[in-house]
């Protein structure tokens, strides 16, 4: 037997040689339970009580804890009742023939999200994706179908809006191409952000006074941080479908550096919307068959930084760059609680999906681009009641 340890075991002159083995050994001990009555051997079978037949080995899952879909006796419990729900709706609009909509909006990833550049760093990345996220939550509250576009790929050429919310750093392939696709007849949005760090602030791309048609009056690159709790964005012309004289508010938030505004004066572009000291807010240029739109407060980065904040007022001033765009929406619904998109058969039918993100029961009335009817028994719907974070599916024909 191979010893564990080896070693000696000194007392003064003497030297004792020591080894350690193991005293006991690993066995198993197999015991077969048997019928007292027979002495027959019992067995133990895996069986489903919801699918009613016997299972291998490979198909159990975990033991059921309290977080189980069925309780001690086999009965479903709630979860397990929606899961079977889900199932048949899945089955109903043949879910893996089905794909999302065309999108008609993109939201342009930076290239600083994935890749290094010169005086770039790997911290400015979290500001991007936060930014990002919160962009396409509130396109989705905006009922608007939103598609990605990567800058390293090269932007994509057929979106009719382009987003780029909280945004200060893109290439200059990039702003051409922006331009570009502005003047064919595209909008294209950004809102400005400094940055979270105080070595990087102001606007890190090519000549965005000549984009948007201001002139920025920032003192020597310092960012002017912004001194209100709350930005209040009143609008001094009719924009999409927000008219003159409403006002949007957002929640101030950040750090000191991204706690800031771009002050700007307009060149060729005229004033949107201002601030609470009448600062420029936001600003349109037209140029060629588009436009572009420039947001000086970094309205997607406060929202991505405040919690709790969803539903915010983004989504509207998103509603009103679709409809200034001409971006169509199949779906829409009232409630910035419930998002609406649609999914499209390969054999032609429309699905439309309704989600709610509410703890309450919403009640709906969808506004679309044809007749709704339920998936199932195909009888017409008008208004619609969702449970709490309940979903509805609806064919639209």
Same mark, same amino acid.
């Given at each position: 037997m191979r010893a564990l340890w080896s070693g000696v075991i000194r007392f003064g002159l003497v030297v004792l040689p020591v080894k350690l083995f193991s005293a006991t050994e690993e066995r198993q001990v197999r015991l077969r339970e048997i019928h007292a009555a027979d002495s027959g051997r019992v067995q133990h079978r895996r069986f489903c009580e919801v699918e009613d037949r016997e299972i291998p080995y490979e198909e159990v899952g975990p033991f059921e804890m309290h977080f189980g879909i069925t309780d001690s006796t086999g009965a479903p419990k709630a979860p397990l009742v929606e899961l079977a729900a889900f199932a048949e709706v899945l089955e109903q609009v043949d879910f893996a023939r089905c794909r999302r909509s065309d999108a008609g909006a993109a939201l342009v990833v930076p290239a600083f999200l994935e890749r290094g550049y010169p005086y770039s760093r790997p911290a400015d990345?979290?500001?991007?994706?936060?930014?990002?996220?919160?962009?396409?939550?509130?396109?989705?509250?905006?009922?608007? %179908?939103?598609?990605?576009? /990567?800058?390293?790929?090269?932007?994509? *050429? =057929?979106?009719?809006? @382009? #987003?780029?919310?909280?945004? $200060?750093?893109?290439?200059?392939?990039?702003?051409?191409?922006?331009?570009?696709?502005?003047?064919?007849?595209?909008?294209?949005?950004l809102s400005f952000c400094s940055g979270e760090h105080p070595g990087t602030r102001g606007p890190w791309f090519d000549d965005l006074d000549g984009l948007f048609g201001v002139e920025?009056?920032?003192?020597?690159?310092?960012?002017?941080?912004?001194?209100?709790?709350?930005?209040?964005?009143?609008?001094?012309?009719?924009?999409?479908?927000?008219? %003159?004289?409403?006002?949007? /508010?957002?929640?101030?938030?950040?750090? *000191? =550096?991204?706690?800031? @505004? #771009?002050?700007?004066?307009? $060149?060729?572009?005229?004033?949107?919307?201002?601030?609470?000291?009448?600062?420029?807010?936001?600003?349109?240029?037209?140029?060629?068959?588009?436009?572009?739109?420039?947001?000086?407060?970094?309205?997607?980065?406060?929202?991505?930084?405040?919690?709790?904040?969803?539903?915010?007022?983004?989504?509207?001033?998103?509603?009103?760059?679709?409809?200034?765009?001409?971006?169509?929406?199949?779906?829409?619904?009232?409630?910035?609680?419930?998002?609406?998109?649609?999914?499209?058969?390969?054999?032609?039918?429309?699905?439309?999906?309704?989600?709610?993100?509410?703890?309450?029961?919403?009640?709906?009335?969808?506004?679309?681009?044809?007749a709704l009817h339920d998936a199932g028994t195909g009888e017409p719907v008008t208004d619609v009641t969702l449970d709490p974070y309940g979903v509805r599916v609806l064919e639209l024909r």
């Open positions: 990345r979290p500001l991007i994706f936060t930014s990002l996220h919160q962009g396409y939550v509130a396109a989705r509250a905006a009922d608007l %179908a939103v598609g990605l576009t /990567r800058e390293a790929d090269g932007i994509s *050429e =057929d979106a009719s809006l @382009y #987003l780029l919310p909280a945004t $200060r750093q893109l290439t200059t392939r990039t702003r051409r191409a922006l331009a570009r696709r502005a003047a064919e007849g595209a909008t294209v949005y920025m009056q920032l003192s020597y690159g310092v960012a002017e941080p912004i001194e209100d709790d709350v930005l209040e964005m009143t609008f001094t012309k009719d924009f999409g479908g927000i008219r %003159a004289g409403e006002t949007l /508010r957002f929640p101030v938030a950040g750090n *000191e =550096d991204s706690r800031a @505004y #771009l002050p700007v004066e307009a $060149r060729d572009a005229e004033v949107v919307a201002v601030d609470a000291h009448g600062r420029p807010a936001l600003l349109s240029r037209t140029t060629g068959l588009g436009r572009t739109v420039l947001a000086t407060y970094p309205l997607e980065h406060m929202a991505a930084r405040t919690a709790h904040v969803n539903p915010e007022q983004t989504h509207r001033l998103y509603v009103a760059l679709a409809e200034v765009a001409g971006v169509a929406r199949s779906v829409t619904v009232e409630s910035p609680y419930v998002s609406a998109d649609v999914l499209v058969h390969e054999d032609g039918r429309r699905f439309v999906w309704l989600v709610s993100q509410s703890g309450q029961e919403v009640a709906v009335c969808p506004e679309a681009d044809g």
